[in-house]
């Protein structure tokens, strides 16, 4: 159902409507598709949208609540790894004193903080809800963090965070999502020191793609919905598993450089299997891809040869039955002008008048030889037209269909066929023709 459903899908929608579903974690690829309609397929917007339902925030459309769905992200697995780690107890009298005499002051100074952020989000609604320019977010973070740390820190990725999922979905790495806590105590000397740190720039700019977003912002606020961290500074590293982008490791709270790489390592090292299985396996389906593609353009090309014979033995039948065709023609046109030449034979004797005795005085004795060796003869009145002459040698059986009759000597050709202009030619006599005479029957198709 679904693959009919799909058909209609152009290339470009069909891999958005893959990119929605991996993204989010919807395995219904009507529903993927009915999402992605309401947004006019922009992919972005719709995850976004997507998130926020999850999250149990007002979707930007007035739909009814959206049913329970998977999450876009395998946020928990059972071997996740969490470090967690704590504050810097005081050491000392000094700094225990100093603890002690501080910490009625910050109590205090936390719990007014707390109240007024909390009358705050009552009078005035959280603006970071609304995600509207989530590259925005990215782009002016970066921007801040140069300006407030320097510039030498790794790579940030410059793009949403769910460019930066399908990136190293789409290119198998390992993806390092740095939330930003701008008012921590901790976020300072971990962004000088740790990420500042040329052997922490070189380890993750050659090991994983790093995407990073302060929480104030709308993007980083959905991102921090998202993973629910607990403190800052906060990492996690994310990777493909099981075809789905999965939370393997939480980071949270200060740490060294060093301690961090070691970290971030032996995770790496514990997942590097998952990546290694799914670029087999995308090997294995790019090959049976290509495998197929092959035979389908074989399988197309020797369509296209038989189609091609088939177009060839139809126009060779079709020649064929045209030439049958024309050759009946011509036999039937042929019998046709056999039929009505012997039509024309009977009609012309029966105009021939009747042969006058040898005896005759006005009789002249006419010897024909024809083409083919053959002699006839008759006799005809002098005062008769040339014409039946020409009427009896035509309707001869040996005569030729088109023929003209000569005298020997002096050779001459005698009018006596009969036209439009001289229905009536000369007579016997009017030809200077004596009482016997040898004439010769010419073939004009020899």
């Not at 719990?111 to 989000?121: E, P, V």
């Not at 060839?312 to 064929?320: P, W």
Request: hydrophobic fraction near 30%; proline fraction near 7%; include cysteine.
């Amino acid at each position: 159902m679904a693959e009919a459903e799909a058909e209609d899908l152009s290339p470009e929608q069909t891999e958005k409507l893959i990119q929605f579903q991996d993204l989010t974690g919807i395995e219904e690829i009507d529903r993927c598709r009915q999402t992605l309609e309401r947004h006019n397929w922009d992919i972005e917007v719709a995850v976004q949208d997507t998130f926020n339902e999850q999250e149990g925030r007002q979707s930007v459309f007035d739909e009814p609540p959206p049913e329970p769905r998977a999450p876009p992200m395998n946020l928990e697995p059972t071997d996740q790894r969490v470090f967690t780690v704590q504050p810097r107890q005081p050491q000392g009298i000094v700094q225990w004193g100093y603890y002690i005499i501080t910490l009625p002051f910050r109590f205090l100074y936390t719990t007014l903080l707390d109240i007024i952020r909390f009358a705050f989000q009552i009078l005035r609604p959280d603006p970071r809800r609304n995600v509207t320019d989530p590259l925005g977010d990215v782009v002016r973070f970066i921007q801040t963090y140069n300006e407030r740390y320097g510039e030498n820190h790794p790579v940030f990725y410059q793009g949403s965070y769910s460019q930066a999922l399908n990136d190293a979905k789409t290119e198998l790495r390992f993806l390092l999502v740095y939330l930003h806590g701008m008012d921590h105590q901790d976020s300072e000397s971990f962004c000088r020191n740790t990420l500042g740190s040329q052997t922490v720039i070189n380890f993750i700019n050659t090991s994983m793609l790093f995407w990073a977003c302060d929480t104030n912002s709308p993007e980083g606020y959905r991102v921090s919905q998202a993973l629910r961290e607990n403190t800052y500074p906060f990492l996690a590293l994310i990777v493909l598993r099981q075809n789905r982008m999965t939370v393997v490791a939480r980071i949270e709270g200060p740490i060294e450089s060093e301690q961090l790489m070691q970290r971030l390592e032996a995770i790496m090292g514990d997942n590097e299997a998952s990546l290694v299985a799914a670029r087999a396996d995308r090997e294995e389906r790019s090959f049976n891809q290509s495998l197929r593609q092959q035979q389908d353009e074989a399988y197309l090309e020797s369509l296209r040869q038989d189609q091609e014979k088939e177009r060839r033995k139809r126009e060779e039948k079709e020649l064929i039955k045209a030439e049958e065709a024309r050759k009946r023609q011509q036999k039937e046109d042929h019998e046709q002008m056999l039929q009505e030449r012997e039509n024309r034979k009977d009609q012309l004797r029966n105009e021939i008048p009747p042969e006058p005795e040898s005896g005759h005085p006005e009789s002249v004795r006419v010897v024909l030889k024809l083409p083919h060796g053959t002699r006839i003869e008759r006799r005809f009145l002098k005062s008769q037209s040339l014409k039946y002459l020409y009427y009896f040698t035509f309707c001869h059986v040996d005569c030729p269909d088109d023929f003209h009759i000569v005298t020997n000597f002096p050779r001459k050709t005698l009018p006596c066929e009969p036209t439009d202009a001289c229905p009536d030619p000369i007579t016997f006599e009017e030809a200077g023709l004596g009482k016997n005479e040898m004439l010769f029957v010419q073939d004009n198709e020899a």
